[in-house]
């Protein structure tokens, strides 16, 4: 029986990299396909096949995908601000179109794309799913804007023939995540002392190894066209936080910072990058935007179909804080 063959895209990111050991695991030969100078520290040891390539490169892509089987297009570039949006688009639009075109003309049998929760819609008050009523108006900041776009353009290749199904990470959390990711920064934040206060609002945090495999699951099991949220529990910021603060032996913040002092603090952060530092803003606007509404998701259509079954995600948590301590980002340690 020929080798059953699966290509990566942003194999050497956060969820990415646990997509291969995932794919790894089950004896699938991987092509992990990264960008030329990438950090290939979250592939270390791992049996794969590095791809060099961006998604701009339609002839890479051909070469990427040429006589595999499945593609699991995890790549975006996952930022919160950004100075010029445009080569977001380029990536997370143009990318997927050209990425999408790439494995239908090389006759790949599943294509999974990695949308996000964040091109959802969210009941006031309630939990969103796949279905929740959305519109491109309703994304906050270029980042959801561009992965919406880049849905939309996955769920009409699906109408068109191409065997593409869609899955919606919400927020993972675990070890490897080395950049490290938005949700990453507020653990090494929090671990640091650098969070002394918190605003009212809630996320669902998913082991990042549960939802790698969803991603496999997906591709077993998933329906062409279809959207499955791979998420776990959710928790307001302070849940979380303390959760943090009992699993590190560290105390949480007590204080809600009003969305107005927050506002205010990330106005002033913004003006700093954009004038000074030049690096990203200790909080941007995008993010008290979105913290104004709970990012609480169900996941209860890919427990059905999928037979997906994440954990709880203290362990993540847990493995994190280790992580992050053991590689030297989080200084202080109580």
């Known amino acids: 029986m020929p080798d059953r063959i699966a290509l990566v895209t942003g194999a050497n990111g956060f969820l990415g990299s646990h997509v291969v050991r995932a794919l790894v695991s089950e004896g699938v030969t991987v092509r992990a396909m990264v960008r030329d100078k990438a950090d290939l520290r979250a592939l270390a040891g791992v049996e794969c096949t590095l791809v060099r390539g961006d998604l701009r490169d339609r002839e890479a892509l051909d070469r990427a995908v040429r006589g595999g089987h499945e593609v699991y297009h995890v790549a975006a570039d996952y930022r919160l601000w950004v100075t010029d949006p445009a080569p977001m688009y380029a990536a997370n639009v143009d990318g997927t179109l050209n990425l999408l075109a790439a494995a239908h003309r090389a006759g790949v049998k599943r294509i999974v794309h990695t949308s996000t929760v964040g091109t959802l819609g969210i009941p006031s008050g309630g939990v969103g799913r796949e279905d929740s009523p959305v519109a491109l108006t309703d994304m906050i900041g270029p980042y959801k804007r561009s992965k919406f776009m880049a ?35 507020i653990i090494v934040d929090f671990l640091n002392r650098r969070i002394p206060a918190y605003v009212d609002t809630g996320l669902n945090l998913v082991d990042v190894r549960d939802c790698a495999r969803g991603h496999l699951l997906a591709a077993e099991r998933g329906t062409i066209g279809e959207k499955y949220i791979l998420g776990g529990e959710n928790l307001t910021l302070a849940q979380m936080l303390q959760q943090l603060g009992t699993l590190s032996s560290l105390s949480a913040p007590r204080i809600r910072l009003p ?4 506002w205010g603090f990330a106005l002033g952060a913004e003006m700093v990058a954009r ?31 999928l037979g997906y079954e994440p954990g709880l995600v203290d362990d993540a948590l847990a493995r994190a804080i280790a992580f992050f301590r053991e590689i030297g980002m989080a200084r202080h340690n109580g």
């Open 275 to 305: 004038t000074l530092t030049h690096r990203p803003p200790r909080a941007s606007l995008t993010e008290v935007r979105m913290a104004r509404k709970r990012m609480f998701f169900d996941s209860s259509k890919a427990r059905a179909a």
């Open 151 to 185: 849905e939309q353009q996955a769920i009409k290749a699906a109408r068109e023939g191409v065997p593409v199904i869609i899955v919606n990470p919400s927020t993972p959390v675990g070890a490897l995540d080395y950049k490290p990711t938005p949700t990453g920064r």
């Open 259 to 262: 969305y107005a002092v927050a």
